[in-house]
């Protein structure tokens, strides 16, 4: 009993904590969300569809180009292929995150993977790194709220979506890049971290001239990730470990 | 069923087997090589920089700006300082530089 109640404060503290980690992530998508019901809207969804594709992809930037082929008229199959496209790197993220939760029950496993999203998995990835064990109560405490406030600001981005003001103006374009550069420097003290990060920087830059979106992110992260394959395992500090 | 319905449930398929497939891919193996490890432990640094750098080249001085102060902030504070300072800094920025 006692130990039962102990292992329950413990999932409760640990669900909290993830929370608190979460809110920079829910700060920073929201402008994304409303704005995405605003042009899924004008886009000829209706407010349902919008908050049905933000509850099932639950995926900002794939969702923003899927809407945008749509009020464009392009072919279906295209449309779902480009969303595939946009979200491909979460193939590598599921990849790395599988060693972390690898001890969870595998429908706590098919949950987790459903909302792993960048910031989910950078910050899951850091807590991995400083030796701690991502626990599922944890994991849900960061991805919960950061999935029902998008989904809830989806639906109302699409009923009041010609409310919104100036974006430009806000800064609202601007605030993911801002964040995804926190992540990134979150992440300095890993081993190669500078030359892949150069790397992935001139590979996604040269194929966004040249290829084009979304294209330049898989491009972009496989640079990266094969450069840190390619050097010789002591560098990457691999082999230090136990 | 509605065609945008498909789209949608077609997308969310497409978006959760990413979401599995790298670890699917993965487990797999018994043995992870080192060299494998080392580019798993590449890919938040690799991934998170194709989501800034193309956006950082093709903006301004004051998402520059912006970037710069949440960069150095980033050295010290947490996350949500960071974040917050450069978002400050881009709004204020904007105002003066459009």
């Known amino acids: 009993m006692l130990a039962e109640a102990i292992s329950e404060n413990r999932a409760k503290s640990d669900f909290w904590q993830g929370v608190r980690l979460s809110m920079p992530v829910v700060v920073a998508s929201a402008p994304f969300a409303l704005l995405f019901g605003a042009i899924a809207v004008d886009n000829g969804f209706s407010v349902l569809e919008a908050f049905l594709m933000s509850a099932m992809v639950f995926g900002g930037a794939s969702q923003m180009v899927g809407i945008e082929l749509f009020g464009q008229h392009v072919a279906p199959w295209l449309i779902v292929l480009s969303i595939f496209a946009v979200n491909f790197r979460h193939v590598l993220y599921s990849a790395g995150i599988g060693r972390r939760i690898a001890h969870w029950p595998l429908v706590q496993q098919a949950v987790g993977y459903f909302i792993l999203t960048d910031p989910q998995f950078a910050v899951a990835e850091r807590k991995a790194e400083a030796g701690e064990t991502v626990g599922f109560a944890w994991y849900m405490g960061l991805g919960l709220p950061v999935y029902v406030f998008w989904v809830t600001e989806s639906a109302l981005g699409a009923v009041f979506g010609k409310l919104i003001p100036d974006t430009h103006a806000l800064g609202i374009d601007f605030l993911l890049p801002i964040y995804f550069l926190g992540l990134v420097m979150s992440f300095r003290k890993r081993p190669l971290w500078l030359p892949v990060v150069v790397a992935s920087a001139v590979a996604s830059i040269i194929a966004y001239k040249t290829v084009g979106s979304p294209w330049h992110v898989s491009i972009g992260a496989v640079a990266g990730v094969l450069l840190a394959v390619i050097l010789p395992p002591h560098h990457s500090g691999v082999e230090a470990r136990p | ?98």
């Open chain 2, 1 to 98: 069923m509605s065609t945008t319905l498909w789209i949608i449930i077609a997308g969310a398929i497409a978006t959760y087997l990413t979401r599995i497939g790298g670890h699917l891919v993965i487990s797999r193996f018994e043995n992870i090589h080192p060299r494998v490890e080392a580019g798993l432990n590449a890919v938040p640094a690799a991934v998170l920089t194709t989501l800034v750098a193309p956006a950082a080249l093709g903006a301004g001085p004051a998402e520059w700006a912006a970037l710069i102060v949440a960069g150095l902030v980033s050295l010290r504070g947490g996350l949500m300082a960071m974040f917050l300072a450069g978002a400050a800094v881009l709004v204020l920025a904007r105002q003066f530089a459009g």
